[in-house]
């Protein structure tokens, strides 16, 4: 029976572009901040990058809405909010025209959309915001993730640390997310005003004059490429 679910597993996996799923059910803690900026981030490399927004608040959506008709968002987004699980077949005809997709997770592990989209995700990607609190919080996601490796078995799973703050408290709880049994990001994003003032310009914080953020995107950008083997092949 086990060898059957990851035969289903396989034949989900259909699509050759890398696909990252950014889930947690604690909300605030950065997944549409994080698909909508490394998103953007690859686009700019030259990859083909999709934010796929799977949130019935359609955050993602509007973000990229707002951009100057002269000047789209990089990367493509779009909603496929309201198909449930079934994104998935919507999906597979969308991925041979991308490099890269991020699917926006809802915040609610109770949906099956978090786990459908770990079921063909190459990576699974968890914001926490390193306080503890979240971190209990985000035990369920964690558990989520963990069985979904079961089936997709080549799924990686790493934490993301996200709004860090100076203070023991975030020193502390970012050493535990460090040193706990899935893998965390080396870098993370800090806690920045630039990562929401890009909002209602339609942009990444790359058209703001605030280098430190724009480093930090292109850090956690470096280190998702890497664990998905494209550092160097955007055409």
Known sequence: ?????????????????????????????????????????????????????????????TWAAQAASEEPFPATVI?????GAKFLDQLRKLAPDYDVILLDCPPAIESPIPWAALQIADLGLIPIIPVFDNYWASKEAKELGLRAK??????????????????KIYSECLKI????????????????????????????VHGLSNPAAKQEVEAVTDELLGHLGLEETAQ
Request: glycine share 8%.
């Open 1 to 61: 029976m086990m060898l059957m679910a990851r035969k289903r597993a396989a034949e989900r996996r259909q699509p050759a572009s890398k696909i990252v799923a950014v889930f947690n059910q604690k909300g605030g803690c950065g997944k549409t901040m994080t698909a909508m900026q490394v998103g953007g981030a690859i686009a700019r490399r030259g990859f083909k990058s999709l934010v796929v927004d799977l949130d019935s608040q359609h955050t993602c959506v």
């Open 150 to 167: 079961t089936q997709n078995t080549n799924l990686q799973l790493f934490w993301l640390p996200s709004r860090m703050q100076r203070g």
């Open 79 to 83: 909603s496929l909010a309201g198909m």
């Open 177 to 204: 997310i460090q040193n706990d049994d899935i893998q965390s990001f080396e870098n993370f994003f800090s806690q920045r005003n630039s990562y929401v003032e890009c909002q209602p310009f339609g942009i990444t």
